[in-house]
Structure formats: structure tokens, C-alpha cells
């Protein structure tokens, strides 16, 4: 699939957002990417990582990891494109540390490939990735739908990143923001039920 092939797709399912909105890393921006708009859609999810898993397979992985619970649905899809398991690392409530749980297990030296949904600052992945490391897997590297950085991202990793589709979406600190001089509301995406 094309860049534009996937980002059509995310256009045509209202799931790239315009407006001003306030990211998770604090940072301002006039667009935001509601994945879950193109993932409630099952063939929409299953040809996204159908094609990821494609741009993925010469990494040679035994397993798909992936951080809950944003890119479960990425992982599972993908592991399944592969014919491979499909594990998540997920949030321990009380302590907040990303954790491998409910009885999953890896060889050491087993070839895991990360996957992600968006890319931006890479610090679920990242924290994804290192605790597959503590189980000694090999990270061969991290897929992702979207890396949001326009090709920035890939210096945030020691091993291959492989997006599926980039897409440059401009943020600035609140200080600079020009959305902001305008007076206009900054949302929070996720915290509206509706746009
Ligand atoms: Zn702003």
C-alpha cells in the first residue's frame, strides 16, 4: 500500500482529525489521528496490517509484541497476516511500569517484532520494547502504521522502524502555539465523545 492509500483510508474514516488539540505529550497541534475511527472497521484493520506485516516479514520475527491497549487490535492482525503469536505488554495500575502478564512467556533469544499503531514520541514501544529485552528476546523491530513525525522517528530506535505510511503533523509547545494566539479552544482528543 501507498502512503496515500493508507492516509485515504483514515481520511475517509474521519479519523484524521482538524481542529487544536492538546497531544499526550503536551504539545499543541492542528491535526490528531483517532485510530480507532479506521480500526472499528475490521477489514479496514485487517488490510492495514495485512500490508504492514507484508513490509515487516523480512525481519525474520517468531512473535508479535505489542503495548496494550492502544495497539492490541495492530498486533493481533498482524500476528495473524504472519501466522504467528501475538502477545501485548500492558500497564501495571499501580505502579505504571509496562509489564508482560496474564502467563505470556519468551525464549531467550526469540526474534519478537514491536508493533505500534501511531508513532510519535515512541515511548509506549520503547517501553514495550525494553521489556521484551529483560526477557532476553531479540527485537528484530518495530512496525507501525503511522509514524507521525514525517521520518523523525526512526532516530528514536537502535533497530529498524517500518511504518507503514508518515505523515508530518506540525505541534508546537502551548508558548508557541498560533491556534492558541487566536483564542481558539485546545481539546483533548479522546475526553469528547463526539467531533
Ligand atoms: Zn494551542
Redesign the pocket.
Known amino acids: 500500500m501507498t502512503n496515500e492509500e493508507v492516509l485515504e483510508i483514515f481520511k475517509e474514516c474521519k479519523a484524521l482529525l482538524k481542529g ?1 488539540f492538546l497531544l499526550s505529550s503536551g504539545k ?1 497541534s492542528d491535526s490528531y489521528l483517532q485510530k480507532s475511527m479506521v480500526l472499528q472497521y475490521p477489514w479496514h484493520a485487517e488490510k492495514l496490517c495485512h500490508a504492514l506485516a507484508e513490509k515487516t516479514r523480512l525481519l525474520g520475527a517468531q512473535t508479535v509484541a505489542a503495548p496494550a491497549i492502544g495497539a492490541l487490535i495492530i498486533g493481533h492482525e498482524v500476528a495473524r497476516a504472519l501466522g504467528m503469536r501475538s502477545i501485548f505488554t500492558e500497564r501495571n495500575k499501580e505502579t505504571d511500569a509496562m509489564e508482560l502478564r496474564r502467563g505470556f512467556t519468551l525464549e531467550k533469544g526469540e526474534k519478537v517484532l514491536a508493533v505500534e499503531d501511531i508513532v510519535t514520541t515512541g515511548k509506549s514501544i520503547k517501553e514495550c520494547i525494553g521489556v521484551l529485552r529483560n526477557y532476553g528476546a531479540n527485537v528484530v523491530g518495530v512496525g507501525c502504521l503511522v509514524d507521525r513525525t514525517g521520518g523523525e522517528a526512526a532516530k528514536l530506535f537502535d533497530i529498524p522502524l517500518l511504518p507503514l505510511a508518515s505523515l508530518k503533523v506540525e505541534s ?1 509547545e ?1 508558548k508557541d ?1 498560533p ?2 494566539k487566536q483564542g481558539i479552544p ?1 481539546v483533548k482528543p479522546g475526553s469528547r465523545a463526539k467531533f
Open positions: 487544536h499543541h508546537w502551548e502555539c491556534l492558541c485546545v
